[in-house]
């Protein structure tokens, strides 16, 4: 899911006047900020079998330059696969599978819903934090 935040025109202006680099650190941390609400909200929502899928789920910060991506989901390293169940449940849960018994396992949509629910309020932790660190930067400049 990608996000387009519109009315960032004075940020984005302000944004351009400093320094390349006091620019990526405050992108950085807005969206470490915005994926963070995601986080939580993802987690609260994923469903509660034995709790690995919950306790996996993860945010991850990527990007160059200006082009700053953050990641929230299930971290396949921390769930670990035995002869019940693969170590990438967290598709399966999100959009249903066929059981080994042939069962179909309706899609539980956790991520989507979640994630749907607490945009409001990541691109409101986004617009702050950015708009603290354009100040925090400027100052120090």
Do not use: C
């Amino acid at each position: 899911m990608s996000v387009n935040m519109k009315g960032f025109e004075k940020l984005t202006r302000k944004l351009n006047r400093l320094h390349r680099y006091a620019a990526r650190r405050a992108m950085r941390k807005a969206t470490r900020a915005g994926t963070t609400v995601l986080l939580k909200a993802v987690r609260q929502a994923t469903p509660v079998d034995e709790g690995v899928l919950k306790k996996a789920q993860t945010s991850k910060i990527h990007g160059r330059k200006m082009n700053i991506t953050g990641i929230v989901g299930a971290d396949v390293a921390k769930l670990e696969a035995d002869e019940r169940r693969p170590s990438n449940i967290d598709w399966l849960v999100e959009e249903g599978h066929v059981a080994p018994d042939g069962t179909f396992v309706p899609p539980a949509g956790y991520m989507k819903r979640a994630s749907a629910e607490a945009m409001p309020r990541a691109e409101a932790a986004y617009r702050a934090k950015l708009a603290e660190e354009i100040e925090r930067e400027a100052a120090k400049a």
